[in-house]
Each structure stands twice: as C-alpha cells, then as structure tokens.
C-alpha cells in the first residue's frame, strides 16, 4: 500500500491529518444526516404514542411490519416496486449502452455534440415538469387525446385506465434517463485504450466484431456496477415518477403505488410513524440483502467486476 | 468511407434524430399550450403549434408577481449557495479517497458509499431535522442534505483518480502542503470533473420538491418546484397570490390551463439556459471508473 | 482488502451502536429539560391564576401584562392561504396579542390541500407546536386523539377561557368528549348541517331553475331533480358541471369518524345500528346516479380525475354549474359568491341535523407537547371575546381590505384580494365576524336559531375513541383514497364497487363497526 516509503511516518501523520481535514466537511454532512437518522429505527419496533413519548411508548417488536404484511397493499406495493424496477434496469441499460455504442459510431463531430445536448434535456426536468408535460399530452385536453378522438377512435381516458400505465411509465422513466446514462457508458468507451481498436482494425475486423469483441466486454465492468448499484435500490423507486406524473388519481393505485409513495401516504392518512418506519427499514435492509447476494454472485462468475 | 460503414450510419441518425424529436416535442407543446388561448384550449384541446397565439396566461402569471419572484429568489439562492458548497466539500471528500496512500481510504470508503444502500428512513431524518437541528423553515434546510450525495462524490473520486500520481508526489517534495496541492494542482485539473457535478448539483437543488414539501412552511421560502407542485392541483396557488385578473383582463376567463403551462415553463427554462456552460466538460467529466474501495 | 471492509463494517456497527446511545441520551436530556419545563408551566400556571385573578378584579379588563413572561406560540391552521398581505396582517395580529397576554404567535397558516399531511408529519415528529385546527374532516380529531396528541382541556378551560365556556351550551362541549374528556376548543358556527346546494345566479336566471322548489330536498333519491337544469346548462356551458361532494349529511347518516371510515348511523334509526354506508342502497343509488350522469356527460369525469378534489376556484373559472357540499347557513350564498367570482344563491340540501360531526366540526386543539398550553388557552379565549382582534385576522385591517358601510355591514376595501383567506370559522367564534353587505344583518342570530331549533341527531353526545381499531382505520382510509374520486365522479363500474366493499371488508370494516357499535351501546346504556 504504503508508495512512498523514503518519506518520514511524521510528514505521513501530516499528510493523514490534512487529507482527513479535506474529507472532514462532507464527513460531517454524511454522518449527520445519513447516520443520526439511523439512530432512529427502532422508532419501527414501536407502537408510537404521544402521550408517552416516542421514547417511552411501548415497544411491539415485528407488530407494525405484521400490519403491513396483513394489509391488502403489501405485495402490491412489493410487486409494483420490483417489476417496474426489474423492467428499468433490463430495458434501460440495454438502451443506454447501445446508445452509447452508437453514439461512438457517429462520426461528425457536431452531430455528436447535438444529440448529447439534446438527449440530456429530459434529464433536466424535474419529475413535476415532466408530469405538466406528460399531462400535456394524455390530459382531458392533451394532445394525444385530442389526436385520438380527431382519428374518430372512442375517447380514450388516460388517468383512468389502468392497463396504459406499467408502459407510459416504463416509457417516461426511460426516456428521461437515457440520455444521462447512455453518456456514463459512453465515457466508459472512450475510456477504453485506442490500441485495442487500432490492434483490431489491422486484424480486418468488422465493426460488429469490434463492438461484440471488444467494446461490450471492456464496457462490462462498467455495466456491472451500473447495474449493481440500481439492484441495491430495487426495493426504492423514484418518488417523483410515481407521484407526480400519474397525478395521485386514486384509480391508478394498483399500478402505480409503489413501496416508497405508500408509505408517504399512510404517513398522510393515518400519520401511524411505526409503520412507516417499519416499511422504511424493510426496504432498507432487503436492498441490502439483495445487494450482497447480487455481489456474491458477480464475484463468483468474476472477480474484476465485484462492488465490493 | 467504406460503405460498409455508411448504412449503419444511416440507421444511426434515424434513430437518434427520432429520440432528439421526443425530447423536444415536450417541450414544445408545453410551451405551445402557455401561448394559447384558454377559450381555444378548452373548445378544441392542445396542439403542438398555438392555434390562437395569446398572452394572457403570462400576462396572469407575470401580474403581480410578488410570490414568483419570491420563489425565483429561494431557487437560484438555493442553487447557487447549495452547488458552491457542496462541490467544494465533495470534491475535499472525492480527493482525500482518490489518494492511495491515504491511511483511511477504505474505511472511508465504506463510510460514504454505505449510505447508498442503507437509510434510516423518513420519519427519524424527519425528526432529527425538525426537532434536534431544529433546520424546519430556514433556507440551511433546502441545502445542507444535499451537500455530500455519495454518487456525485464517486464520479469525482473516479476523475481524481485520473489524475496522475506522480504530480502529486513531486509537489509533495517540493514541500507543498496537502490543503495547497490540493487547491492550487487538484481543483484546476479535475475541472471537467468538478464542471460535470457542479451542473447535477445545482440541477439536484433547482429541481428538488422533496425537501421544501416536508419542512417548508413558510411562503417566504417556498421554492419554484414546490409552487409548482401545489398548483398542479389546485391553481388557486396562483390565483390567490394574485386574487384577481390585471386590469385590462377583466372579461377574460381565468387560464387555468395556460397559465400552469407558463409556470413550468418559466421553472424549467434557467436549467437549459445554464446547460451550455457546463457542456464543453461534460463527457470527460462523467466517468466512473474503478469503484472499488 | 476484504478484511478491511469487514473490520471497517465492524466499526460502523459500533458507531451506530453509539449514535442511537446518543440520540437516546439526547433525549433523554430533553425530557429532563421537558421537566423544567413543567416546573415553569407551574410556575406560569401560579402566574396565569394570579392574572385571572386581577382581571376579574378589574371587571374583565385584559390581563396586565406584567406578570407574564413573554412566549411564543405556533399555532397551525389550514385555509385559503398563502394571501399576499398575509405577514402584515399576521404583525398587526400580533401587536394586539403582544399587549393583551405578551405572547406572539407565529401563524402556520397553510393551503388546505397540505394542511393534513403537514400535521400528520408535524405530531408524527413529536414537533412542540402550540395550537391546531382538527375536526372531523381535516387534520382527524378521534385519530389524533386516540394518539394521544392533544391535551386534555377540561381544567385549562375552566380556568382560562371561562367566557368561552359559557357562551354554548354543555351538549356542545359533551360533543368533544373522548372518554370523558374534552380536547377541542369549538369555534362556535352553524352546528346543524346539510350540505348547501350552491348555483350562480346568472345561471338560475337564464334556465329558470326554481330554487323554493328544491329547497330541503335534494338526496341520493332526488338528485334528478336537477337533471333538466344540468342539461340546459351542458348544452350552452359544456365546460360547465355540477360537483357534488360526498358527505354523510347528504345521505341523513351520521358518520362516527368521517364518511371515509366505514360506520354510520341513519338519522331516523332509534336503535344507533352501526351500519357500513358503503354498503347502503343510499350510498349505492348515489355511485349509480353519478355513473349515469358521467354516461350522459355531465360530469366532465375526464378533467376532474386527475385533480383530487373540486375547489372553488375552478368555480372561479366558470367551471361549476351548481355545487353541493359544505353546510347550508345563514349568509352562506355570500361567502359562496365571493370563493366562486360571481353571484351565487343557495339553499339547504335536506333537513339540518345538529350532531357530534357538526358541532366538532371546526375547533382549535392544544398539542401534548406543548411548552405553554395556558397561553394557549388564553389566546384562544382572547380571540373569541375580542372582536376587533378577531376582526382583524379574519378580513384584514379595516379601511385596506375592508371597509364598514354606514350600516355598520362591512364591505371590500381597496386591497381585498390583499387578504381575504375567506374561513372565518377557522379562528375563533363565527358569531364575532362583521356582517357582510348582502347577509341580513342579525345573520349570527339567525344562526343561532338555527343551531337551537334543528333536530338533534340521537347520537348527540357520543364521541368515538379510535383507539382500538387505528389500524384497521389507516386500512380503510387508505381504501377510501383509491376508490372515492371515482364513486364521485361516476367513473366506476359495478366491479369497482364491489371491489371497493370487498377491499374496505379485508381493511376490516367488520371490527370498526363492531367497536363502534360496542362504545354506542355502552354509551347508551350509561345514559
């Protein structure tokens, strides 16, 4: 570890303690607000009353994570939650690497520069905007809607039908992610040392050969982490997306609530902080699970591309 | 050029110039629809094109615009304030792990990255923050959250990684201190780096409801997202800080639905202004290298 | 490498070991502070009685001042906010207070369409506020109270707002007893409900809706009695519809917890049967009715599903060809004019019923936690006794927002839209306001009677403790929040609602009843 051996342990005391100075301000941040919170979860184990006091209510161990098992809504809320979180990761990084493929196609530099600029503006509205916009489009006077009826079809209701939703939101959560990531993945090619493609096009490849031979493979670890880092939030969703965008229309519920939006409503409607809590810790401690198995099973088919 | 490279190339474009087309579009129609006519809209829906060019749903929005400017004020000071400090103190952070000789590295590491995994939910930073640092409606509470986001601190460290360590080492025989190599070699160097997150950053803040719509309370620092988010459903947000139609516009219908378009217009129109500023680093900047800690 | 990550998880599992240890010690702390506290809450409660004392020596003169160390109170209230002027009229407030019990309040006045979820989150937090608004129908006062978040107010009322007290009658007072104790302030207001049928004037004129005709008598049964006016308006107004809330009043039912919690008693019903209105033909005609109305395009389904509620300021819009919600009362149609931009006349729906809902249905509740619960009460005594004080927080300040014709009858002044937050019940006694131009000028009176001749629902002075069923009713809400827009609507099939029944059955809509039932029988039995 230690590259620097001439130098004397008093100057490697120095240099510790200003590099620990450098990290010490977002050290801070970090420990207080993602670590004191932590403090707080056996607020889970507990049936909250205010009389008492948080810290003095009575505990009831696995009671809340029971009530939200018995509810109608949990493995709705589980299935919503994984499946749209599966299909994002499946189909979105398959898009955004074979973007980042193409993009690494094209040759004229100022097409390249416009496509970038412009794939990224999605990534650019917040998750409120993108539901004006898609409201603009499926609303009761949206252009899509309007289009509908115009080609003589019956009136389509967007925010009651329920069907139309896994694939407007898979659609939208793409859309807006694709830019951003394609260009990651894009970075990662460029990354890649010349030589490779060089050695390869005195060999006469194809380009087919060269993306299947060389790029996609040296891209892999990239794709792993990529990827390992979106299982570790498979049991979070992105609020904004499931609660703006389908507008809070109770009908869509069955599609669109997911674990992270039913727990802020049942925070608004019964305010019952145990559960929530309960279903907070749940999520955080299966990601974690799930995280750990995935790196388990990266390490075992290759050990360059573990997390950790 | 070989042909064998030329359809491709084709099929490229098609593909692309598509999606370019589905990102533009949006925004066109929303801007489309804030220049429409509410009578027009309400007889015939929204088009992509403004089928009668009109104003009033600007000239409501813009009347009287005192809780606009006000939620103009907090965002850019939120988004100015929030991206200078936090880019600085991640990229102390990003720094310090980026050196292979730092004693602490994976400790640290683990520190940071941990937390993107694990949380503890809601409701506990929901008290720590209202009852213990007692942040509920101040402006600190819209910035301080975001000041370390461990992703942005591990594209950074992946830059700074970059950097080639023999720099480092010659300042430091040179006798320079690590506080100055690290202002006067590492920041100028790691500027794509720093560029790249310093745009997510300040996107990070201009675009955030969350905060503001769990410990805001007072109208004085509601942000534009969160004006923006209470008018979706209820345009009375608008009308009430206004309560009434300028003079000149009294037999006009209220445009409720231009004037929510114009809104998110005017909220989203500063980031893509801001965009080109950054665009020169951009791809440089967005690596992510080796994660392992 | 692998070690060092183990070792360093090994390390953070002792740092987070040692952050709960603090945050606990931490709170410990503080609850050994919030016993300091209460030794100055007694300190200040020997303070407050000495003040009572000398302000009933002073026949009734405000408090001096001098003996009361000044605090800070945080009050919580929903409404029409934000108003532009409001900070300005919130430091004029404050003036007064400051002078009269040397406190200053800091107003959380909030958009109604937050207020519900900000308290939740607020008393989730544990957070030291002061005073806030709860009923029936925002802000829920049986769930909070069987959290155990408010504070009993039985002595402090007694002691601090005995003006207050005295001025209803102790059936209104009994209303808001849970388990024999009293946590809301009423702000005293029309009591005997049923909903108000709310129609521009311009629009009765044009189609010559007869309103005498449908006084009293519109329900689940009648509603298509309104039918042809509706039509006549479609034809002209496409863009207009008729929004009608659901509301247990509507259907005659008292609803024990709120009409998203399964567990109602008919009006009619000598027995207190504890029934499931989800269950009734009344609710069902209802969803059918609206079915049918949203088939022949009335209701503008399409539009109103993705916002979650009707506001008036869609009305304002020109949006509503007639409304029914709310409570039909005396000078009502004014207030409806002035929320919608234009001339509304109203009417009552059914008949008035006086109940426990009606009666809670705006009060004012003193948090557990709070630092200065006797302050609190005075002020809430202070606001229901001084009128121009009240007068102030409720229209703004005279001769800017409103003026006083030289009937005395108050009318807008040059800055209305300044503030005009348009909830007088929400601050104090209704009957304190100023009598608006266009209300006939004994309005409270009128009320009053009102409140005095309507029928008494039987279930009067029953109040319902949440407790044991909390969680079956989080359940049920949450049930109500996917399926109620589109009852109200008519966007639901037949399957829909009967998944709806289904869904609310496995939320447990059996055991409420069932506890409701038992506390009613109870309760009868002991009276």
New interface residues.
């Given amino acids: 570890?230690?590259?620097?051996p001439f130098?004397p342990s008093s100057r490697?005391f120095?240099?510790?303690l200003?590099?620990?100075?450098?990290?010490?301000?977002?050290?801070l941040?970090?420990f207080?607000?993602?670590?004191?919170?932590?403090?707080?979860?056996?607020?889970?184990f507990k049936n909250?009353?205010?009389?008492?006091?948080?810290?003095r209510s009575p505990w009831v161990g696995l009671e809340n994570i029971k009530?939200f098992f018995t509810?109608?809504?949990a493995w709705m809320v589980i299935r919503n939650t994984l499946l749209y979180n599966i299909v994002f990761i499946a189909v979105g990084t398959f898009l955004s690497v074979v973007?980042a493929i193409?993009l690494n196609?094209?040759?004229r530099r100022s097409?390249l520069?416009?496509?970038?600029?412009?794939?990224?503006?999605?990534?650019?509205?917040?998750?409120?905007?993108?539901?004006?916009?898609?409201?603009?489009?499926i609303?009761?006077?949206?252009?899509l809607?309007?289009w509908i009826?115009k080609l003589g079809f019956e009136?389509f209701?967007f925010?009651?039908e329920t069907w139309v939703w896994p694939i407007l939101l898979t659609l939208i959560n793409i859309?807006k992610g694709?830019?951003y990531v394609s260009?990651?993945f894009?970075?990662?090619i460029?990354?890649i040392s010349q030589e490779y493609f060089e050695a390869a096009e005195i060999d006469g490849a194809?380009?087919l050969q060269v993306i299947r031979n060389i790029t996609v493979p040296l891209l892999m670890?990239?794709i792993t982490?990529?990827t390992l880092?979106s299982i570790?939030k498979i049991f979070y969703s992105d609020?904004?997306l499931f609660f703006?965008v389908p507008?809070?229309?109770?009908?869509l519920?069955?599609v669109t609530q997911v674990i992270d939006t039913y727990?802020?409503?049942?925070?608004?409607?019964?305010?019952?902080?145990g559960?929530?809590?309960a279903v907070?810790?749940f999520?955080?401690v299966m990601?974690?699970i799930v995280?750990l198995f995935s790196n388990y099973v990266v390490k075992r088919i290759d050990d360059d591309n573990?997390?950790? | 050029m070989p042909l064998k490279r030329r359809i491709p190339q084709l099929l490229i474009h098609l593909v692309f110039i598509l999606f370019s087309l589905s990102c533009i579009i949006p925004l066109i129609s929303v801007l489309s629809v804030s220049f429409s006519s509410e009578v027009d809209i309400l007889k015939n829906g929204y088009s992509l094109f403004p089928r009668v060019f009109d104003l009033t749903a600007y000239a409501y929005v813009l009347y009287r615009p005192i809780q606009l400017l006000g939620a103009f004020k907090i965002s850019i000071l939120v988004s100015v304030i929030g991206t200078f400090l936090a880019v600085l103190a991640m990229a102390g952070i990003a720094y310090t792990l980026s050196r292979p000789d730092y004693k602490y590295k994976n400790k640290l590491s683990f520190y940071v990255f941990f937390t993107m995994l694990f949380n503890g939910g809601l409701v506990p930073t929901y008290i720590l923050i209202s009852n213990y640092l007692h942040l509920k409606n101040t402006i600190w509470v819209l910035i301080l959250p975001y000041l370390a986001v461990p992703w942005f601190i591990l594209l950074l460290r992946s830059f700074m990684q970059k950097i080639p360590f023999h720099i480092i080492e010659s300042c430091m025989i040179d006798g320079a201190s690590e506080l100055r190599i690290f202002f006067q070699i590492i920041l100028p160097l790691a500027k794509p780096g720093l560029a790249t997150v310093a745009l997510f950053t300040m996107l990070q803040y201009w675009n955030d409801w969350w905060l503001s719509l769990l410990y805001i309370e007072e109208e004085r620092l509601v942000p534009l997202q969160y004006m923006l988010y209470r008018m979706m459903n209820n345009i009375s947000f608008l009308t009430s800080s206004t309560n009434m139609m300028p003079p000149g516009l009294k037999n006009v219908e209220l445009p409720s639905e231009s004037a929510r378009m114009a809104m998110a217009i005017l909220a989203a129109g500063p980031m893509l202004a801001v965009f080109p500023f950054f665009q020169k680093y951009f791809v440089r900047g967005l690596t992510v290298g080796a994660v392992k800690g | 490498m692998q070690r060092a990550v183990r070792k360093s998880k090994l390390g953070l599992v002792c740092t987070i070991l040692l952050l709960i240890l603090s945050m606990l010690a931490a709170a410990c702390g503080n609850s050994g502070n919030n016993d300091s506290t209460s030794n100055n809450k007694a300190a200040n409660n020997g303070a407050a009685q000495n003040d009572t004392a000398t302000s009933d020596n002073s026949s009734g003169n405000a408090a001096t001042t001098d003996d009361l160390p000044e605090v800070k109170l945080t009050w919580y209230f929903p409404g029409n906010f934000p108003q532009p002027d409001q900070e300005k009229v919130f430091a004029e407030v404050n003036k007064v207070i400051k002078e009269k019990i040397n406190a200053t309040v800091d107003f959380k006045a909030l958009p109604f369409g937050d207020y519900d979820q900000k308290m939740q989150v607020v008393i989730a937090s544990g957070e030291p506020y002061d005073i806030a608004f709860t009923a029936g129908w925002i802000n829920n006062y049986t769930q909070n109270v069987a959290k155990g978040a408010f504070l009993p107010l039985d002595d402090l009322l007694a002691k601090y707002a005995p003006k207050t007290y005295a001025s209803m009658p102790a059936s209104f007072w009994d209303a808001t007893k849970i388990k024999g104790q009293i946590y809301g302030f009423i702000n005293q207001q029309i009591s005997a409900r049923t909903p108000a049928v709310s129609v521009p004037v311009a629009l009765v004129e044009k189609y010559g809706l007869d309103m005498n005709s449908i006084s009293g008598k519109i329900n689940q049964d009648t509603l298509n009695l309104l039918e042809p006016f509706i039509q006549a308006v479609k034809k002209d107004y496409p863009q207009k519809y008729p929004s009608i809330g659901i509301d247990p009043d509507f259907f005659d039912m008292e609803a024990i917890v709120g009409i998203n919690v399964p567990g109602a008693v008919e009006f009619s019903d000598d027995s207190l049967t504890v029934i499931n209105q989800f269950e009734s033909d009344k609710f069902k005609k209802f969803v059918a009715t609206m079915r049918e109305w949203n088939e022949k395009g009335y209701l503008n389904s399409k539009e109103r599903i993705s916002r979650k509620s009707d506001d008036w300021a869609e009305g304002k819009a020109g949006k509503f060809a007639l409304a029914i919600g709310g409570a039909f009362k005396p000078g009502g149609a004014n207030l409806a004019s002035t929320l919608g931009g234009e001339p509304y006349v109203e009417v009552p729906a059914g008949t008035a019923h006086l109940t426990t809902g009606g009666i809670t249905a705006t009060m004012q509740a003193i948090n557990r936690n709070s630092k200065n619960p006797e302050r609190a009460m005075m002020l809430l005594e202070l606001l229901n006794t001084d009128k121009d004080l009240y007068n102030l927080l409720n229209f703004g300040i005279k001769d800017e927002h409103y003026k006083l014709d030289a009937d005395g009858l108050m009318i807008d002044g040059d800055n209305k839209q300044g503030y005009n937050p348009s909830v007088p019940w929400m601050f104090a006694s209704n009957f304190l306001a100023n009598v608006e131009k266009g209300m006939p000028a004994d309005v409270w009176e009128q009320t009053k009677k009102v409140n005095a001749e309507a029928l008494p629902s039987k279930l009067l002075g029953f109040t319902f403790d949440a407790e044991p069923v909390k969680g079956e009713i989080a359940k049920a809400t949450a049930v109500w929040d996917e399926y109620y827009r589109a009852f109200n609507l008519g966007v639901s099939s037949e399957e829909k609602y009967n998944e709806f029944l289904s869904k609310m059955k496995s939320a447990g809509a059996d055991a409420i009843i069932a506890e409701m039932q038992k506390q009613i029988d109870a309760w009868k039995a002991s009276k």
């Fill in positions: 570890m230690n590259k620097i130098i490697h120095k240099k510790n200003q590099l620990s100075l450098l990290a010490l301000p977002a050290f941040i970090i207080v607000f993602s670590y004191l919170p932590m403090g707080g979860i056996f607020i889970a909250i009353n205010y009389s008492d006091g948080i810290l009530f509810s109608n809504d973007f193409m196609e094209v040759i097409w520069k416009a496509y970038q600029t412009i794939f990224f503006f999605p990534y650019f509205f917040s998750w409120i905007i993108v539901a004006y916009m898609a409201y603009s489009f609303g009761p006077y949206g252009i809607t309007t009826e009136s209701d925010y009651s859309w694709l830019g260009i990651i894009y970075a990662g460029l990354g194809s380009r670890p990239l982490i990529m880092l570790g609020f904004g703006f507008r809070e229309v109770g009908q519920f069955p727990v802020y409503r049942m925070l608004k409607v019964s305010g019952d902080i559960m929530s809590s907070g810790l999520q955080s990601g974690f995280v573990k997390l950790f």
